[in-house]
């Protein structure tokens, strides 16, 4: 059964996308330019669905909580944070003036302990939402790179919008609330 001609090439048409009606012919057209906007809204809907559906086992995410707060305690150990030693942005940005950013080792000598430590704390949301997301896809997300990439943002405040976190345990339950509170609605 034909749907007509694809919109986006003028070919015989073979589908109808599910959100819009337009015929389109092939994945190379869903996904071209100028249906975007649709067609990503459409992969964001199908991963905030699955996300709300799955939930990760309790026995490997009680492992996976006790691990990130295993190595929140040792780096917390490793470098106290100093609450007297915060610079403003233009202060790091002449700290960091003539450092090459792809050099970790250089960047991390130029941070404060206190940057340092934010840094630890911001890193276990991030991580935590990876792990979350390897557990939902089975570790291969290569079909739906997009959609994880959208998921990852979406679960980790930090990486999404700037959120810094007081301890591993709220970078965790942060991700929990995201995971299956309300942020998942539109």
């Not at 100028?34 to 067609?39: A, G, N, T, V, Y």
């Not at 007297?84 to 202060?91: A, F, L, T, Y």
């Not at 080792?105 to 430590?117: C, K, N, Q």
């Not at 995971?179 to 609605?185: K, L, T």
């Amino acid at each position: 059964m034909s749907a007509g001609t694809c919109t986006f090439c003028a070919n015989g048409a073979k589908y109808v996308c599910p959100r819009c009606g337009v015929p389109y012919c092939s994945l190379p057209c869903y996904r071209s330019s100028r249906h975007e906007r649709c067609s990503e809204g459409f992969y964001r809907e199908c991963v905030m669905d699955s996300l709300r559906r799955e939930q990760p086992d309790p026995a490997v995410r009680r492992r996976m909580e006790e691990t990130l707060a295993r190595e929140a305690r040792l780096q917390a150990d490793d470098e106290p944070a100093d609450s007297d030693d915060s610079d403003s942005e233009d202060e790091l940005s002449e700290r960091m003036r003539g450092v090459d950013l792809d050099d970790a080792e250089a960047v991390w000598s130029r941070l404060t302990p206190a940057e340092r430590d934010e840094f630890r704390r911001q890193v276990i949301n991030a991580l935590y939402a990876y792990a979350y997301l390897r557990l939902l896809y089975d570790g291969d997300w290569s079909a739906s790179t997009l959609e994880a990439s959208d998921g990852l943002c979406l679960l980790s405040g930090c990486l999404s919008r700037g959120e810094v976190m007081d301890s591993g345990r709220a970078a965790v339950q942060a991700v929990d609330f995201h995971a299956g509170g309300s942020a998942w609605h539109h």
